[in-house]
Each structure stands twice: as structure tokens, then as C-alpha cells.
């Protein structure tokens, strides 16, 4: 018994770090959900179970913000990032040395870019006189403020841009993974490009999807700063993801108890996707 | 490895224990120092307050041998300063003698009980009776008391464009009466200068807070006594006529087109753009605007622009139909306060003493383009030429109202803000977003609110 103790001893600094400065905040999260606790003017807070719960499942305004997240993570992290990853990475494996230095280079930037430095970088390329119009009236396309008129759409591209280097790269080393031999063979036996990636590339590399997607998913959920230097939700609350509205009630609206609550159901949002992932993940093995 | 353990365990002990009792050892009461902890800029490079403060803490200690004045810049941005010094004000240990508060938000610190009121020490101070009603009335707490005393305030008016105004032949003294002439002014430019955006009203999320002061409030304020709040009454008030009419006007500016586009309306960077572009380059014709705009032209501003003290006019804003006043003005500003658990509460009433004597008021409005509170300082002549147009905005701080001190203040502004989002993106009908508002009101009161139809 004494030994075993002292076997586990070593882990103590870092198990009494984690509970202090993991599970604490965690759980001060959980108590301050179950408050009315505001940012000032109080003179103290009372319990109130789960009153704040249950007046964001009646809110309007947090059933549009669910809305608008789920949209925001498939169009964005799922069709994507995820989708465009595996192409610039099977792309790149053909391409020249010079191409392919290059084009990771500019990929990776984008993702290396401080969240809000991406996002004013955004704003000037999207906003009504930006650089995407000019291109667009150059081309005599129809400009449109894209920001005003399709800001979900337009934060999505913008999560797209800055986050495919992930995928890519990830992508780039589970491709890498697949022996030579397979796919040599499967186009001696006369195997088009596209029945190659349905029925070798893909499946050999399905783990690495299921990770990526995982990944992909918790981190696009979580996006705030590229969101609130583009739009800060708006126009109206047409782009007021979970995050945003999370922290209009609570630093806006000083209402510190019903964000909190807010981000524990956002943090049921993110457990309900992984468990999706976790399952696909071990369905295949 | 197993005699390390005990060593390692010790350190992460330590560790713990020092971070969790945030590392601190009481500086306790030295009785000869005063704690002074205000706000300090973002902006390494900006140090005006920095340098004002320190100056008026040499004079004090110099007026005071044997004390010291100890400086707490903290450097933030204004929330994150506001939660910054609530906690040192919990705590007797760390709680300064003298705090830097802003009127927006003092009542939250008043009702937490942070503050001490400052009424036995303006008894007996001789200058308090040279401060403004208004601005005395500004860190006044519900229960009557005062918590603060005032360094300064800013207020709004119309800035115009002299020259747009001179193509579409309106006149340069221009001084409208009611709602409907600034309407019509902005009308002629539309018909007669194109190109230039006529009339600019900052509405919606994206300008925060200068949306719901500088726009709305600015017209609520206009339409009759108590549209906000009734204070006999003690509630807030919903279902106004007024507060519909205002609505209604944002909806005429933007429907109409006679303000910038609704898409650079509702982003963030409008105030930006207003002040570093659309007025220096004179696409815009009328501002409703604050006092502090000049500051930015000057040399030393972000936008230098000599020509701007000729260019632009300025005029007060009117009322709806032009019931007296006939001029509506909003204020803001800061004030000096004590904390309730302040360990030298004396010391930090004599450096307010310091702070707020004529010279250094003086000395403060002319560093910090902050509008006199002091009718002396008001009055002086060395301040009136510091800057083009102080003598104008000053004139507005006798009719200038402050917004409600209260608690629910915050959460009552972002309802404002919301509803002008809503119908300056034509998301709402005035009436719909009045409505809604008045919704968010009553939820977030407890329903103790009164209604004036």
C-alpha cells in the first residue's frame, strides 16, 4: 500500500495543479451557473438553480445563436476546412518542390496569424469596399456587402481561410502514411483517380478524418475573436454565434451567471459532436 | 528519484499556496502613504493622465512634509480597469485611498457598497459650490449622498461642414430649432451636394455605448422630461411616446438615406471612420457628435487636419419640436472617489482637495481635452483659447443631463442598443423594437417599471 503511494507521489504536483487550476475553474463555472451572480452592482448573488438554464432554452435570441453555430461548424470546419484540407493535401503531394513551398507557406500563415490579426485582415477583404469587391467589379461580377447581407456565409470563408492549414497538414502526413504499393497497384489493375481516393486513399486515412473532423469541430466552435472583429453578431444578431452571444450576456449585459450557463450548454454542444466522432472512430477499426 | 519527491511536493505546495492567496503580504497601514490607483492608457504612448497625476503628487507632497503619495497606474482597457479595482476595493489589505471612478458605472460600486460617501468633507470645502448641479449630481448615489467628486465632462452637439453647407446654400451661422429643420438641412445636402453623406447618427451594436449616448439618448432626452427613467417614481419607463419618436427618427435618417451607408453604420468601426475620414475629408456634412472631436486634428492627434477649427461649425442639438430648453446635451465623465474600506480616508480627501483646486482643474481640462466642471474654471480665459470650440461645448454643460446612475444602467443601454440595431437594419419596425425593449425592461427590473404612454 506504501509503496504503491509513493509510487503515485511523483504525479501529485501535477494531479494538485490540474484539480487547482483545471477542475477549479470548472467547477466554479458550474456553481456560478446556478446564481444570478452580475459583473457589478450587486450586493450579493442568490442560488437559482436552474432558473438560467431554462430561460435560455426559452430565449429566442439563444435558440438563433444554436442555430447559427451549427451552421457555422458544418459550413466551415466540416464542408471546409475539412473538405479543402484533403484537396490542397493530395494536390500538393503532386505538385512541384517550388509549388508546393510556396502554397504551404501561404496556408500556413494564414493559420500561424493571431485570431483578431486574421480577422481585421478579413474585415478590409470582405467589407463593401474591400478587396473581394474590387476583384468582383474588376471581373464585372455583381459586388454585394457581404458582410451585411450574408455575414454567417462571410464569417464561415473567413474560418475557412485561417483554419485549413490544420487539416492540410494533418492530412499531408496521414497521405504520406499510405505504402507506395497499394496505390501502385490498384492502378496497374486500372483504377481511376477518383475510385483510387473512394476506395483506397479514404479509407486507409479514415482515422485521421475522424481526429481532424474532432479537432476541426471543438476549435470552430470555440471561435470568437475572428467573429467579433468581422461582425461582432451583427447586423442584428444574424451572425451571433454561441460564443458571441456568451459574451454579450456576460460582459455586455454584465449578466456573469446566465453566460456561464450558456457556456456550459455550449459545452454540451461540443461533447454531443464528439461522442458522433468518437463513435464513427471506432466503428472502422 | 524518491528523495526528490518531498522537495518537488514542498515547491508545488508553495506554489499553490502563494498563488491561491494571490501573494499577499499586507503592505498594511503605513499611515503617512496615500494610495491613488487610476486608469492608465492602453496606449504606451498617450501619458497624459499618467503625467497630470504625478504632478499633482509632487505639489502634495510638497504641501504635506513627511507623506507620500504612492501612484497605482493600472493599465487596462476601461472594463477590464472597472473589474480591476472592485477587487482591490473588497479587500481593506489592497483597497487604495483615492480611485478614479467613471460616472457610467460608479453606481454599481455605490450599491456593492464600495464607496464612501463624501458629504462631512463637502460640508466644510469651500469650492464644492463652484462645481455644476449637474455634474454634483453625477456621483450622487439613490440614497442622495455623494460619492465622488467630478474632474471634468464632455458634451454633444452637431458639428457641420461649412463648406458642404455653403454649396447647398445653407447658412453658416446654422442653428436649427427642432428635429424636422436638422431633417430638412440634411435633405438639401442630399438634393444639392451628392457625393457627400448628409447626416450622421451613430445607431446599432457595432458603435457600443456612443450609439446609445451620442445618438439615441440624444433624441430621447429631447422629447420630454423622464423617458429613461422617472425618479420620483424609482422605476424605469416603457411604452413612451417619445422613445418611439426616436426610433422614428434613425428610421427617417437611414430609410431615407441621408445618413452613411446602414452597412457602415452598424460595423464597429464607424466612430473611427467619422472622425479619421468622413469628416476630414469632408464626405459628411453633419455630426452628431461629442466634444472631444478635435482632439484628434490637432497636430498631435491620430488625424492631423489644421484646417478643421475654420471648416467646422458647431450647433447645439435641438429639442423634438423645440420645447425648452431648446438644446439637449448628455454627459459623462469621471470622478475621484474614496473607498469605503480606504485605510487613510483623510489623506485621500486632502489629495482630492489637490486635485480639484482651480489651478490643477485648470491644468487637467486643458491637458486631457476635458470640459471644465468648475464655473470658475469655465469662465477663465487661458482655458477657453486651449482649444477651438471648448468655448461652445462648455456653454452646453449647464443643460447637459447624465445619464441614470444606476446599476441596471448597463443592461438597459444594450436593450437601446439593440432596438436601434434592429430598425436601422430594417430588421424592426420602430414600433416592434420599442416593444421589445420594453420587454427587455421589464424582465431585467423584476417588472418594476412604469408605463407613459
Known sequence: ?285 | MRSTTPVVLFTAAVLAAGSLTGCGSGSGADRNTVKVAFIKDTNNRVKVRDDYVALVARQFEKANPGKKVKLIPVQASENDYYTKIQQMMRSPKTAPDLVYEDTFLISSDIRAGLLRPLDPYLKSWDDWRQFEPSAKAAARGQDGRTYGVPDGTDTRGLWFNRTVFAKAGLPADWHPRTWDEVLDAARTVKRKVPGVIPLNVFTGKGAGEAAVMQGFEMLLYGTGPDQLYDPTAKKWVTGTRGFKDSLRFLDTVYREKLGPEVSDALSPNIQTNVAAELLPEQKLAIDLDGSWLGQQWQKTGGAPWPQWARTLGQAPFPTQAGAPPGRVSLAGGWTWSIPARAPQPALGWKLIETFQSKANAREWCTRGAQLAVRKDVAADPRYLTSVPGIGFFTQLVAVSRYRPALPEYRQVAAAIGEATEAVTAGDATPEQAAARYDDTVRSLTGGAVVAKP
Not at chain 1, 439563444?62 to 484537396?87: D, E, P
Not at chain 1, 454565434?241 to 456568451?246: A, E, H, I, K, S
Not at chain 1, 454542444?269 to 464528439?274: I, P, T
Open chain 1, 1 to 285: 500500500m506504501t509503496r504503491r503511494l509513493l509510487r503515485w507521489s511523483p504525479l501529485a504536483p501535477a494531479t494538485v495543479l490540474l484539480v487547482l487550476f483545471l477542475a477549479g475553474p470548472v467547477g466554479y463555472c458550474g456553481y456560478l451557473a446556478v446564481t444570478d451572480t452580475q459583473l457589478t452592482g450587486q450586493e450579493s448573488a442568490s442560488f437559482v438553480g436552474l432558473a438560467n438554464f431554462r430561460h435560455a432554452l426559452a430565449d429566442p435570441e439563444f435558440r438563433n445563436a444554436v442555430l447559427l453555430t451549427l451552421v457555422f461548424t458544418v459550413v466551415s470546419a466540416l464542408l471546409g476546412q475539412n473538405t479543402l484540407g484533403l484537396a490542397l493535401a493530395g494536390l500538393l503531394r503532386r505538385a512541384s518542390r517550388p509549388v508546393r513551398t510556396v502554397t504551404g507557406a501561404v496556408v500556413i500563415t494564414a493559420w500561424v496569424l493571431p485570431e483578431i490579426v486574421a480577422g481585421f485582415l478579413l474585415y478590409t477583404f470582405f467589407e463593401r469596399r474591400g478587396t473581394l469587391n474590387a476583384v468582383l467589379a474588376w471581373l464585372h461580377l455583381p459586388t454585394q456587402d457581404w458582410l451585411f447581407t450574408l455575414p454567417i456565409l462571410a464569417v464561415s470563408f473567413a474560418n475557412v481561410w485561417r483554419g485549413t492549414a490544420f487539416s492540410m497538414l494533418v492530412y499531408s502526413a496521414a497521405l504520406a502514411e499510405i505504402p507506395q504499393e497499394v496505390t501502385e497497384s490498384a492502378e496497374v489493375d486500372g483504377a481511376g483517380g477518383l475510385r483510387r481516393l473512394w476506395h483506397i486513399t479514404l479509407p486507409m486515412i479514415r482515422r485521421s478524418i475522424g481526429t481532424n473532423l474532432m479537432l476541426n469541430t471543438l476549435q470552430t466552435l470555440s471561435v470568437f475573436g475572428l467573429i467579433w472583429a468581422l461582425t461582432r453578431g451583427g447586423p442584428g444578431n444574424r451572425s451571433q454565434t454561441l460564443p458571441v452571444f456568451m459574451y454579450d450576456q456576460a460582459f455586455v449585459k454584465s449578466l456573469i451567471g446566465y453566460g456561464t450557463a450558456v457556456a456550459l450548454l455550449l459545452l454540451v454542444v461540443g461533447a454531443l459532436f464528439s461522442a458522433v466522432y468518437l463513435r464513427l472512430l471506432r466503428e472502422e477499426v
